[in-house]
């Protein structure tokens, strides 16, 4: 391997922009190190040193999640200031005084693994998906189409050196179509290796920056795979960067509302009585409603059974304790019943294209009326892939296309001894399980404020906004010498350009299950016996905890498939 010079001086890259340590923390180490740099950095944080330092990381020296990336750090590190704003809201209450966070980092490494981690009366892995229990809402993705399947890896364009991320997205045949492959080629192309040289075939007739602007011209998703300099290098990048990580500010330009008092009920978890509206799809942000309704929030999550979604989620804890509703929004009945639902939420999270719900008469402003008309602060946040600003902002994005733009895939690719250029996806969706518990912190700390000062807060959280912070020059990348440990200890299956997240989810936890036990370890799991998809439903419990049961974040009713309730009103 030819040894470069990194952005610190040091011996060891992993291509332009990137920073590499220049010893070994063991992981429980690492976490502290960089909860304290996280909680420095984000606006209005505590500054207490009794909850900073409450905070007990307990797990393996060595990350189970390949590669160089600290991306297991990172997340237990977001789920840990999660446990110290709930412990900062608990106390607002007056039903508690203690200070300490329990975080198992070996936990926040299965986390983002959540939706493949599913058993149902002993049923697992892409079995789980076939079960008559779980409704399809993806029919092209269930169809077996190679085409379908490959739509979605990592491509080499014309120019060289330069790889580009093809995303299908939910619409896989309008995208092929692009590229000059019609549906009618389907039924020649039988394997997905045949399909992926296809697809090659194509892409190399394009250059990068020509098949960025048809994608983008026609709403389509991908990104050209960046080096971490490149992406900052441009205008997206800049934009992004110039936004903290946690990102929310109060409202001045709205209606002085006075503080809020956090509901005193017999359920003691920290969000209990708070209202959420869910309006999102696919991953992040319905993690991000998860770890709401774990910290006792009432979370009803909208979707239209017009649109497709992604089914994997559906049994998993990502739909854990939330009521799931249909409405059609243009239907003015279904208009109308979202309007009620706006008009009690104390919380509005959505994960649609921004701008697209304030053309239908829900977006921030329309919140912020409502909020005045009633004399009580709301909370919007925005999940996206891009950030709330720049010319991407309104883009649609998914995981594999952050973890291009960010410089996330040419790390991995770098980190396989790939040529220059050239993207390998990281080994799960962590940028998707991630935003979602860094949108979660981004609406506990409005919550919070909202307590304390009153008024209207609007938050923002983007998936790329997570790759870039994990890649931060303070926070660094594992050496190589790091990365091969790893290697040895797990036994993980190498991987390359043409792999799609669904089989490499199952060959990570393979290698799991071969090589510790973590899969199997009940500590890390909580099982529902009375759940709609089968008698025994296992799925990943909440990573925090609290030394008080009562208080501690949990589930108190099943993951149910999406539209499964009739419509309803918040309860609390």
Same mark, same amino acid.
């Given at each position: 391997?030819?040894?470069?010079?990194?952005?610190?001086?040091?011996?060891?890259?992993?291509?332009?922009?990137?920073?590499?340590?220049?010893?070994?923390?063991?992981?429980?180490?690492?976490?502290?190190?960089?909860?304290?740099?996280?909680?420095?950095?984000?606006?209005?944080?505590?500054?207490?040193?009794?909850?900073?330092?409450?905070?007990?990381?307990?797990?393996?020296?060595?990350?189970?999640?390949?590669?160089?990336?600290?991306?297991?750090?990172?997340?237990?590190?977001?789920?840990?200031?999660?446990?110290?704003?709930?412990?900062?809201?608990?106390?607002?209450?007056?039903?508690?005084?203690?200070?300490?966070?329990?975080?198992?980092?070996?936990?926040?490494?299965?986390?983002?693994?959540?939706?493949?981690?599913?058993?149902?009366?002993?049923?697992?892995?892409?079995?789980?998906?076939?079960?008559?229990?779980?409704?399809?809402?993806?029919?092209?993705?269930?169809?077996?189409?190679?085409?379908?399947?490959?739509?979605?890896?990592?491509?080499?364009?014309?120019?060289?050196?330069?790889?580009?991320?093809?995303?299908?997205?939910?619409?896989?045949?309008?995208?092929?179509?692009?590229?000059?492959?019609?549906?009618?080629?389907?039924?020649?192309?039988?394997?997905?290796?045949?399909?992926?040289?296809?697809?090659?075939?194509?892409?190399?007739?394009?250059?990068?920056?020509?098949?960025?602007?048809?994608?983008?011209?026609?709403?389509?998703?991908? *990104?050209?795979?960046?080096?971490?300099?490149?992406?900052?290098?441009?205008?997206?990048?800049?934009?992004?960067?110039?936004?903290?990580?946690?990102?929310?500010?109060?409202?001045?330009?709205?209606?002085?509302?006075?503080?809020?008092?956090?509901?005193?009920? *017999?359920?003691?978890?920290?969000?209990?009585?708070?209202?959420?509206?869910?309006?999102?799809?696919?991953?992040?942000?319905?993690?991000?409603?998860?770890?709401?309704?774990?910290?006792?929030?009432?979370?009803?999550?909208?979707?239209?059974?017009?649109?497709?979604?992604?089914?994997?989620?559906?049994?998993?804890?990502?739909?854990?304790?939330?009521?799931?509703?249909?409405?059609?929004?243009?239907?003015?009945?279904?208009?109308?019943?979202?309007?009620?639902?706006?008009?009690?939420?104390?919380?509005?999270?959505?994960?649609?294209?921004?701008?697209?719900?304030?053309?239908?008469?829900?977006?921030?402003?329309?919140?912020?009326?409502?909020?005045?008309?009633?004399?009580?602060?709301?909370?919007?946040?925005?999940?996206?892939?891009?950030?709330?600003?720049?010319?991407?902002?309104?883009?649609?994005?998914?995981?594999?296309?952050?973890?291009?733009?960010?410089?996330?895939?040419?790390?991995?690719?770098?980190?396989?001894?790939?040529?220059?250029?050239?993207?390998?996806?990281?080994?799960?969706?962590?940028?998707?399980?991630?935003?979602?518990?860094?949108?979660?912190?981004?609406?506990?700390?409005?919550?919070?404020?909202?307590?304390?000062?009153?008024?209207?807060?609007?938050?923002?959280?983007?998936?790329?906004?997570?790759?870039?912070?994990?890649?931060?020059?303070?926070?660094?990348?594992?050496?190589?010498?790091?990365?091969?440990?790893?290697?040895?200890?797990?036994?993980?299956?190498?991987?390359?350009?043409?792999?799609?997240?669904?089989?490499?989810?199952?060959?990570?936890?393979?290698?799991?299950?071969?090589?510790?036990?973590?899969?199997?370890?009940?500590?890390?799991?909580?099982?529902?016996?009375?759940?709609?998809?089968?008698?025994?439903?296992?799925?990943?419990?909440?990573?925090?905890?609290?030394?008080?049961?009562?208080?501690?974040?949990?589930?108190?009713?099943?993951?149910?498939?999406?539209?499964?309730?009739?419509?309803?009103?918040?309860?609390?």
């Amino acid at each position: 391997m030819t040894i470069k010079e990194n952005a610190n001086g040091g011996d060891e890259s992993y291509g332009p922009g990137t920073h590499v340590e220049q010893g070994f923390l063991p992981l429980p180490e690492e976490c502290r190190r960089l909860l304290h740099l996280f909680a420095a950095r984000t606006l209005g944080f505590t500054k207490d040193k009794t909850l900073l330092n409450g905070v007990k990381f307990e797990g393996d020296d060595l990350p189970c999640i390949p590669g160089p990336i600290k991306s297991q750090a990172v997340t237990a590190v977001l789920h840990a200031m999660v446990g110290i704003v709930g412990l900062e809201i608990l106390q607002l209450r007056g039903d508690t005084s203690s200070t300490t966070t329990n975080i198992d980092t070996n936990h926040a490494g299965l986390f983002p693994a959540t939706p493949a981690l599913v058993h149902i009366d002993g049923q697992t892995g892409p079995a789980v998906i076939k079960m008559p229990t779980v409704p399809q809402w993806d029919k092209d993705r269930q169809s077996g189409s190679s085409l379908v399947f490959r739509s979605t890896a990592i491509y080499e364009t014309a120019d060289k050196g330069v790889w580009y991320q093809l995303h299908g997205s939910l619409n896989s045949w309008k995208m092929l179509a692009l590229i000059g492959i019609g549906k009618e080629l389907d039924a020649e192309i039988r394997t997905d290796d045949a399909a992926y040289d296809l697809i090659q075939q194509r892409v190399r007739t394009y250059r990068a920056l020509e098949l960025e602007q048809l994608m983008l011209q026609n709403g389509l998703s991908g *990104n050209i795979v960046h080096s971490p300099e490149g992406w900052l290098k441009t205008e997206m990048g800049k934009s992004l960067a110039r936004h903290p990580l946690v990102n929310y500010s109060r409202q001045s330009h709205s209606a002085d509302l006075p503080p809020a008092s956090i509901p005193t009920l *017999n359920d003691k978890r920290p969000l209990a009585g708070i209202k959420v509206v869910e309006l999102t799809r696919i991953i992040a942000g319905a993690a991000a409603g998860a770890a709401l309704t774990s910290m006792g929030a009432e979370v009803i999550r909208v979707n239209s059974s017009k649109l497709k979604d992604y089914t994997p989620a559906q049994p998993s804890s990502l739909m854990a304790g939330k009521a799931t509703i249909d409405l059609n929004l243009d239907n003015s009945a279904d208009h109308a019943k979202l309007t009620t639902l706006f008009e009690q939420a104390d919380v509005i999270l959505q994960g649609y294209r921004l701008g697209s719900l304030s053309r239908r008469g829900f977006g921030l402003e329309a919140a912020l009326e409502m909020a005045k008309q009633r004399g009580k602060g709301i909370i919007y946040v925005d999940e996206n892939c891009y950030g709330p600003d720049g010319y991407y902002a309104e883009r649609p994005g998914w995981q594999q296309v952050a973890d291009a733009a960010a410089g996330s895939s040419y790390i991995m690719g770098q980190a396989f001894n790939c040529p220059p250029g050239q993207g390998v996806l990281p080994s799960l969706p962590i940028s998707d399980m991630s935003t979602g518990i860094l949108t979660a912190l981004t609406i506990m700390c409005a919550i919070r404020d909202r307590a304390k000062f009153g008024g209207s807060y609007h938050g923002h959280a983007a998936l790329t906004g997570y790759n870039m912070a994990t890649l931060d020059h303070e926070v660094k990348l594992y050496q190589r010498e790091t990365v091969r440990k790893i290697q040895d200890k797990y036994q993980f299956v190498p991987w390359s350009s043409d792999i799609h997240v669904a089989p490499l989810y199952y060959q990570i936890l393979k290698a799991w299950g071969d090589k510790s036990d973590l899969i199997e370890s009940e500590k890390y799991y909580v099982h529902f016996s009375d759940s709609v998809f089968g008698g025994d439903l296992r799925v990943l419990a909440p990573v925090v905890k609290y030394d008080d049961e009562k208080v501690t974040p949990r589930w108190t009713a099943p993951p149910v498939p999406f539209c499964h309730h009739e419509f309803r009103t918040f309860e609390s």
